[in-house]
């Protein structure tokens, strides 16, 4: 008989991103017949190009309390799993890897190495240190349930059975990577509800045809207000991305669902302050000061010292100055409404980007119908759920990857 095509196992793992990998290889330390099934030529295709190829692995909250604030309405269901598996754990399963980790903005943590695929390459040789088989292009078509054994055919008319059963297959953001909700089908056939995708972390597409010709300016410590109906909802500083299409950055990406929501019943407006360490006052003064020191040079030139180049021209348009104004020529109330602008610059957004541009996508199966303890599926025994499979939101910053590892391994441990 083809050992591939008909074979049992202890555990099955359907899906090779980050949490799957990770559950497999705690399963296999544990001395568990492992197989992992993944239908793409190879392993963690989105694991590669996180943080933009660097990987940001997970963050630097080590107070457990602190950081499960970060996952809302989850944080509850998950200190019993980060009591397992705490962001220490993550540091020092790397590092004793041979991957140091350090510290950037936000607390987010990168390998030294500044490459995702150092993090894929631990992954891997755990894989294989454990005796995980790992098959991939082996494309899951259906899980059918007897009894206590679960009985896994993939596209290639291979079949797997055994009675633990790990879905790994992430929920349904950048598609291309793999992640096309396979699983959802299935989850629901064995009796689970799946609340259906939201994308959590996208960017936001503006209205502003001014703004669309910024792709590319990157603007640090601005503070941005998101309005509904003019009223304040939230205001964060940090780093704003002009898009071809809109805004981007982390801190837009963390108040994407927010907007979307919003967009529906009201009109929406992100506000950004460029000076935000400046009141007013102080920034009329400064710009006073400049104009008086270059007297004798065009508006436009001088405010290229303020900011970014390509932002000079659509900004002096929307407060209806002439920039080849000399310096000493630029009438007072002029600075007065340049200052208003530079403080409270509208950007009107018009929607989200979809799933081919989210970073992650909350929905999945709700925490109601899993074990906390163990991620064992409270419907069906012997089925767990781990990583994107699952309804948790959260924001950007390593808190995606931490998830996978701490569900990864508590999965792992009891499957
Ligand atoms: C551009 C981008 C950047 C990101 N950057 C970060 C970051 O820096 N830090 C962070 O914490 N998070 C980041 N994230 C989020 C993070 O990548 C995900 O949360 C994480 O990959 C989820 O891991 P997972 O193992 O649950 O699922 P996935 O990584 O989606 O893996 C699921 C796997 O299952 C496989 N699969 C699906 N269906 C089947 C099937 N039928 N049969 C067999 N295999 C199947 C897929 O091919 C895929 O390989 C980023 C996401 C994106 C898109």
Redesign the pocket.
Known sequence: MDARRNSAVDVMV???????MFAASRAGEQGKRVVL????PSLG???L???GGR??VTNHTLDTRALLGRYGAAREFLFSAFAQFAVTDTIAYFEENGVPLKEENERRMFPVSDSARSIYDVLVKSLANTGVEVRTN???TSIVRDGSVFTVSCADGSVVSGKSLII????T??PE????G??HVWLRALGHTIVENDFALVPVTLSDAWAKTLGGVTLTDVKMTLRADGVKVVSKIGKLLFTHFGVSGPTILNMSKKVGELLEHCDVTIELDLFPTLDHGALRDRLRDLLAVESNKMLKNTLRELMPTALVAPLLTLAQIDGDTKNHSVRSEDRKALVQLLKAVALHPSGLLGADK???SSGGVPLTEVDPRTMESRLVPGLYL????LDIDRPSG?????L?WTTGHVAGTHA
């Open positions: 359907i899906g090779g991103g980050p949490s799957g099934l993944e239908k793409n295709k989105k694991l190009i996180t943080g990987c940001n082996a494309r899951v790994a297959t992430g929920g953001s950048r990577t793999g992640s096309t396979d699983a989210a970073i992650v781990v990583g994107d499979a390593g808190y995606s990857l931490q996978c």
